[in-house]
């Protein structure tokens, strides 16, 4: 099975809201994207292609990449989709080449869909980092990797239906695609809170993106410069200009542990271990988003 997240914003009939498509999805139990033009049903990607390249002599590209998608979903596929803050998951229970849209589907520029069932699963705090992240990108449907386990457990805990799926035991490798970008910066200023730096909240929004924030320790002797990644390399050379002394320290953080590791003792690679041991012995410090991944990882 495969995981999706989809941006529920056409472009609808004059006269009709955003909140009129999402209302019209849930009552007829689809979702889908708009493309009104492509009345073609195909399971052949060529001839999908050349179809919309047909439609859309210019800028086909977008319109390709959303139609193939939806081509691809499978039944049981899982879409996840928000609305003014709250996340639903969708189980798929029809396949697009099985649509059959109306003028109603042309009106609301629902034209390109599959059929659904619609759980609502909440605010953020119960979705998936990396589904969070997933709606950053213009792409209007994309999908979405490792966080198939998750999912499945959200669907289950989360439906009235009598279908289920089986799920895999979670555990603290799924934990780091759980949390999001921003809880796993803030888990990692809190523990090095924990070590006794303070944070200066006014370099919190700095203009670059080499490090999050400036830190003091709580005795005054020297600065420090955190910078956390989600699963990429980070080179400790690149880090050395911004030491301002020989007491001042660099700590680096990815979720990947891989390191190109520099000969200056002021940097610091934070390990995986140091930062599982510390939420393990400070759940009381958690916030609640990444409180309720460690819940769900330990009832495994």
């Known amino acids: ?29 689809i979702v889908g994207v708009g493309w009104r033009d492509i009345n073609i049903r195909t399971d052949d990607y060529r001839e999908l292609k050349s179809y919309v390249e047909t439609i859309y002599t210019n800028g086909s590209t977008r319109a390709l990449k959303a139609l193939n998608a ?23 229970t029809s396949k697009w080449t099985e649509s059959n849209p109306t003028n109603e589907h042309y009106c609301y520029d629902i034209y390109n869909y599959v059929e659904v069932e619609w759980i609502n699963i909440g605010t953020e705090d119960n979705v998936p980092g990396k589904v969070i992240n997933s709606f950053g990108p213009s792409a209007t449907v994309q999908q979405v990797y490792d966080v198939e386990k998750i999912s499945k ?10 279908f289920k799926y089986p799920v895999d035991s979670i555990g603290l490798k799924d934990f780091w695609q759980l949390i999001s970008s921003e809880d796993l910066e803030c888990l990692i200023m809190l523990y090095l809170q924990s070590k006794g730096y303070y944070i200066y909240s006014s370099t919190l929004k700095l203009s670059t993106a080499k490090i999050e924030c400036v830190m003091i320790k709580n005795d005054g002797s020297h600065k420090c410069f955190p ?26 953080f990815t979720t990947s542990q891989n390191y190109i590791k520099s000969d200056i003792p002021q940097i610091e690679y934070i390990s995986l271990n140091e930062i599982e041991d510390f939420v393990k012995a400070n759940k009381n410090l958690l916030p609640t988003p990444i409180l309720n991944w460690v819940k769900i990882w330990e009832e495994f």
């Open 1 to 29: 099975m495969k995981i999706w997240r989809l941006n529920l914003k056409p472009a609808p009939d004059n006269g009709l809201s955003f909140k009129d498509v999402f209302e019209f999805c849930q009552k007829n139990k």
């Open 70 to 92: 939806m081509r691809e979903m499978e039944i049981n596929d899982l879409i996840y989709t928000r609305f003014d803050g709250t996340y639903f998951i969708c189980r798929v």
């Open 153 to 162: 457990l959200l669907y289950n805990n989360f439906t009235k239906n009598d």
């Open 227 to 252: 910078q956390v990644k989600r699963q990429t390399t980070l080179y400790g050379q690149e880090y050395e200009n911004i030491l301002n002394n020989h007491y001042d320290k660099v700590f680096l």
